[in-house]
C-alpha cells in the first residue's frame, strides 16, 4: 500500500476494553505473512470494508485536492507537539498534542502504515520507525488486532544510531480512528503502553460557515460549499515505567529525557509527511476529478 490511497507510484511503505493478550510462547516463532501477502489476500474484503465504514473515495480526493491547491497560497504552519509530563507511583504519562495538515483518515493510514515509512527523517533521510513483522491476531469488522515487531531509530548522545526493538501488540479501530498498544516485550521498559486518537478540524469553518460553526462533517461541507478542508488533531497517551535499576537517576532521567525527545521526532515526521504529500504534482485522475469540482454545472453532483 502506498502511503497515500492511490499514491503507490509516488513512495512505497504507519480507551477501555483491555488489549488482547499476546498468544502463548508457543507461537512466538511463527513466521508471519508478508504485508504484500496480507493485502494481496484481502483485497476484496478490503475494499468492502472500507464502504461499509463510511470511507468516500471522492471525498478523499476532493480534501486533497483542497489542500493542494491551498498549500501553494497559504503554507500551513507546523506547530510542533505540545507535550505534557507527569508521574505517579513511578509510572511516566506523557500526553502529546499535534496537528496534522491532512484529513484524519490519512493522518491514521499513516499512523497503521504497515511499512512505517510516514516516519521519514528528512535532514538525515531514514526511517525513524520501521515496522520488521506484522501478523494480524483477529479482525472484526473496523477492529484489528496485530502483533508487532517494531525498530525506533535512538540517537545514543549523537555518537551513534541504535535501533529500539518494541514487541506490541496492537488493536486498531478504523471507524472511530483510535488505537491502542501494550508491550509484549520492550527492552528496558516495565510499562510500556498507550492509546491515541485522531479527531476532525475543521480549517475554514469561521471564514465558509460564519455563524453556523458546524457540529459534523455532514454540516461542514454543506456550510462551506464543500470548500472546506479538514485537518487532524491527534492525541497520544503514553505510559512507560522503566524497570530497576533503570528508573532510578540518573538513569531514569536519561529514558524518560529520550523518550519524549523520539516521540516529538516521530510526530514531526508525521507532520512533515503531510507536507509533501500537500506539495506533490497532482496524478491525473486527480487533475481530472479537480476539472469537474471547479466546473459549475457539475458542483453539485460532485461535493454531495
Same mark, same amino acid.
Given at each position: ?33 508478508s504485508v504484500s501477502e496480507k493485502e494481496t489476500n484481502n483485497n476484496a474484503p478490503a475494499n468492502k470494508k472500507k464502504e461499509e465504514y463510511g470511507y468516500d473515495e471522492k471525498e ?10 491551498? !498549500? #501553494? $497560497? ?7 507537539? /505540545?507535550? =505534557? +509530563?507527569? @508521574?505517579?507511583? *513511578? ?30 527523517? !528528512? #535532514? $538525515? ?7 520488521? /513483522?506484522? =501478523? +494480524?491476531? @483477529?479482525?472484526? *469488522? ?20 541504535i535501533p529500539i526493538p518494541l514487541h506490541l501488540i496492537v488493536e486498531e479501530n478504523e471507524k472511530d480512528l483510535t488505537g491502542k498498544y501494550k508491550k509484549e516485550r520492550v527492552i ?117
Open positions: 500500500m502506498g502511503i497515500f490511497p492511490r499514491f503507490g507510484s509516488w513512495i512505497s511503505k504507519n480507551s477501555q476494553q483491555p488489549l488482547i493478550e499476546a498468544e502463548s510462547k508457543g507461537s512466538e516463532n511463527v513466521e508471519s505473512k478523499e480526493m476532493r480534501q486533497h485536492i483542497l489542500w493542494h491547491e491551498e !498549500e #501553494k $497560497k497559504h503554507p500551513w504552519p507546523h506547530p510542533p507537539p /505540545k507535550v =505534557k +509530563v507527569t @508521574t505517579k507511583k *513511578g509510572v511516566y504519562h506523557m500526553n502529546l498534542e499535534v496537528t496534522v495538515g491532512a484529513a484524519p483518515e490519512l493522518t491514521f493510514l499513516w499512523l497503521t502504515d504497515p511499512w512505517g515509512s510516514s516516519f521519514l527523517d !528528512e #535532514k $538525515k533521510w531514514r526511517d525513524l520507525m520501521k515496522n520488521k /513483522k506484522r =501478523k +494480524v491476531l @483477529t479482525e472484526d *469488522g473496523p477492529r484489528r488486532v496485530i502483533k508487532v515487531e517494531k525498530a525506533v531509530v535512538h540517537d545514543f548522545f549523537s555518537l551513534t544510531t528496558f521498559m516495565k510499562v510500556f503502553e498507550g492509546n491515541y486518537k485522531v479527531e476532525p478540524i475543521y480549517v475554514d469553518q469561521e471564514r465558509l460557515c460564519k455563524k453556523r460553526l458546524p457540529k459534523s462533517r455532514e454540516e461542514y461541507n454543506k456550510c462551506s460549499g464543500g470548500r472546506g478542508k479538514i485537518a487532524s488533531k491527534l492525541t497520544v497517551n503514553q505510559y512507560f515505567e522503566p524497570y530497576p535499576p533503570f528508573n532510578l537517576p540518573p538513569l531514569s532521567w536519561y529514558i524518560r529525557g529520550n523518550t519524549i525527545k523520539t516521540s516529538k521526532n516521530l510526530l514531526k515526521a508525521l507532520q512533515n509527511t503531510a507536507k509533501s504529500i500537500r506539495t506533490v504534482e497532482l496524478p491525473e485522475d486527480y487533475k481530472e476529478f479537480r476539472a469537474k469540482m471547479n466546473s459549475k454545472n457539475n458542483t453539485n453532483s460532485i461535493l454531495y
